[in-house]
């Protein structure tokens, strides 16, 4: 038996399952001219897709009393508004579904309306992205008095998606396509895009709060909530003072620090490294420094390896942090570094496998220099690239620029990354620090991040050292 109810509209916004490849032809634009609306045939398979995907959406959150189906199909259109984005507009008769508790039924809407011949009008609009996805473009439930029903033509010129929402849709897929995002499950995609739109919101205060010249955006981390992205990529251990080993002060430099100065000039930089979904910015910043001291003393650029010291280095703790004082002593005692060769990063802690035979740089003790910024400045130009951390609140959005967030975006004593200063100078008249980061070159400018030099931004001062290799 069929049963009637109210007649009200619904009108249900939501995305499809992908229908498309992922990673596929990036080289269309991804803002085209919308393409007219095409007539789908009933047996289209991509429009069976939409309508168990509306159904599903539509009765989530419903008890077995509310369930709904589709009865009767009555008309869909699909229309192309961005490449690889489709909206479809579908309209099709709904109906309760029979169940065991539909004598139960008293109090609901269906009790107090008249039977009624016509079953509503399920009328809704789909999202198709080449992802797996959902999205409610506007409020799921609608129902409203049966005198309010428009007609099915009123209905479909109301559920025009907002420009806002094509804008935040298109992102998210392009986002996806560039740093190869595959999702789980349906709401795993969902989740993430309340997540990437949260984070539009805090690149947006950034931007318009910055002080220097950084842009902030979408970057590889957009659909990581700040608490999965601190305890992923960033180490809590290093604002945790008591942890860290004293180390002796480092002689000022002998002259005052030049206009500008980058070690990457003088090839005493390795490419940038990515240390994946691990805590270990630690070892990279470590290494890095060693890499300068061992060029320096040496004459030959090596890359040296993180995972000895994520293997190896039993006093910090691997890819849930470390601090750089005591990696030092750690490779003291081991008695060096072997190569990124020969010891390659895995990116997760695994047995010691280090042998002496293979150590190709080694280091005779370790310094702490000068919290101030100008003396700073010249031991880099003077000694080298060195191990600094700072607060990476703002890098998680950092996309180029020189980067000058207000101190209450970047407190200087939560210092939670640890990175590599290889040179400093002046953009435009805003002075930077030049900083080496390991979370690959598809991070900032290729791989680089610019901050403000002059205001101890982020707690860049708080914790320089280096290496000293006799
Ligand atoms: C640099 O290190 C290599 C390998 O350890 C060594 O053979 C070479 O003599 C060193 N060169 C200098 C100038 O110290
Ligand atoms: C520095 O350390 C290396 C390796 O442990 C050692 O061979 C060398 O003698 C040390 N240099 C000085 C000056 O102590």
Redesign the pocket.
């Known amino acids: 038996m069929r049963v009637g109810v109210r007649c009200c509209p619904l009108i249900l916004c939501l995305a499809l399952v992908s229908v498309f490849g992922l990673g596929e032809d990036l080289d269309r634009p991804l803002f085209g001219p919308p393409g007219s609306p095409i007539r789908l045939h009933e047996s289209d398979p991509d429009l069976k897709k939409v309508l168990g995907f509306a159904e599903e959406r539509y009765n989530r959150g419903s008890n077995a009393m509310h369930l709904r189906r589709v009865s009767r199909f009555v008309s869909a259109t699909k229309q192309e508004i961005k490449a690889q984005t489709s909206l479809y507009r579908t309209n099709a008769d709904v109906h309760f579904l029979k169940n065991i508790f539909i004598s139960k039924l008293s109090n609901s809407d269906y009790n107090n309306s008249p039977l009624n011949e016509k079953s509503p009008l399920f009328v809704f609009s789909a999202w198709s992205c080449l992802f797996s996805l959902t999205f409610m473009l506007h409020n799921q439930d609608q129902f409203g008095p049966a005198s309010e029903q428009p007609n099915m033509l009123e209905a479909q010129s109301t559920i025009q998606p907002s420009e806002e929402s094509v804008e935040l849709l298109g992102q998210f897929k392009e986002f996806m396509v560039r740093y190869n995002k595959v999702y789980s499950s349906q709401e795993e995609a969902d989740m993430r895009l309340q997540i990437f739109h949260e984070n539009l919101k805090t690149a947006e205060k950034l931007q318009s709060l910055d002080q220097g010249s950084a842009e902030y955006g979408v970057t590889k981390f957009s659909d990581l909530t700040e608490e999965e992205f601190r305890s992923t990529y960033l180490n809590p251990l290093l604002s945790q003072w008591t942890l860290h080993r004293p180390m002796k002060p480092a002689p000022t430099a002998k002259g005052p620090a030049p206009g500008s100065w980058d070690w990457r000039d003088h090839g005493a930089v390795s490419p940038v490294k990515n240390q994946g979904m691990c805590g270990s910015c630690w070892a990279f910043s470590v290494t890095g420094n060693i890499e300068g001291q ?1 060029f320096l ?4 650029l090596l890359s040296l390896s993180e995972q000895e010291l994520v293997d190896c280095d039993g006093v910090d703790q691997a890819c849930r942090g470390g601090l750089p004082s005591n990696a030092y002593e750690a490779i003291e005692k081991l008695g060096g570094l072997e190569t990124e060769m020969d010891y390659s990063y895995k990116g997760h802690k695994q047995t010691c496998d280090f042998t002496d035979r293979k150590v ?2 080694y280091i005779n003790s370790s310094l702490e220099i000068s919290k101030d910024e100008k003396d700073i400045a010249a031991w880099l130009a003077e000694k080298g690239p060195i191990s600094v951390a700072l607060n990476a609140f703002a890098m998680q959005f950092y996309r180029k620029g020189v980067s000058h967030p207000m101190k209450i975006f970047c407190n200087p004593w939560m210092i939670d990354h640890a990175v590599l200063l290889v040179g400093y100078g002046e953009r435009n008249g805003i002075p930077f620090w030049a900083i080496k980061n390991s979370w690959g070159e598809d991070y900032g400018e290729e791989g680089y991040y610019y901050l403000y030099r002059g205001s101890n931004a982020c707690g860049i001062n708080k914790m320089c050292s280096s290496a000293v290799v006799n």
């Open positions: 061992w003393k040496n004459g030959t190709a740089a």
